[in-house]
Nanobody
Framework: QVQLVESGGGSAQPGQFLRLSCAAS????????MHWYRQAPGKNRELIAQ???????NYHDSVRDRFTISRDTAKNMVYLDMYDLKPGDTAIYYC????????WGQGTQVTVSS
């Protein structure tokens, strides 16, 4: 049974940094494409970062150059480093394995406000 557990969300001021973590079990993060999605209030869930099983990184335009996705295969963890946070980054952030038909975490709230 695949389980993904996000942590690290919370409140931040514009320009600050947060790191989200995703602890995986029942699946090896180095063997599948791993993703971070987010869903802002009143909006659809959107894919913002991907790390493929070969290590290729892809980002949504809105977070490119500010967010970094990475993984630690020894710890079976995936991370999202979020720099220069903006109010528009306020959303629930979800870890996902293997795409929309794959496995999801429960989500972690990130709120950016001054």
């Amino acid at each position: 049974q695949v389980q993904l557990v996000e942590s690290g969300g919370g409140s931040a001021q514009p320009g600050q940094f947060l790191r989200l973590s995703c602890a995986a079990s029942g699946i090896r993060v180095g063997a599948v494409n791993m993703h971070w999605y987010r869903q802002a209030p009143g909006k659809n869930r959107e894919l913002i970062a991907q790390i493929t099983l070969s290590g290729l990184l892809n980002y949504h335009d809105s977070v490119r150059d500010r967010f970094t996705i990475s993984r630690d295969t020894a710890k079976n963890m995936v991370y999202l480093d979020m720099y220069d946070l903006k109010p528009g980054d306020t959303a629930i952030y979800y870890c996902n394995a293997a795409g929309p038909e794959g496995s999801w975490g429960q989500g972690t709230q990130v709120t950016v406000s001054s």
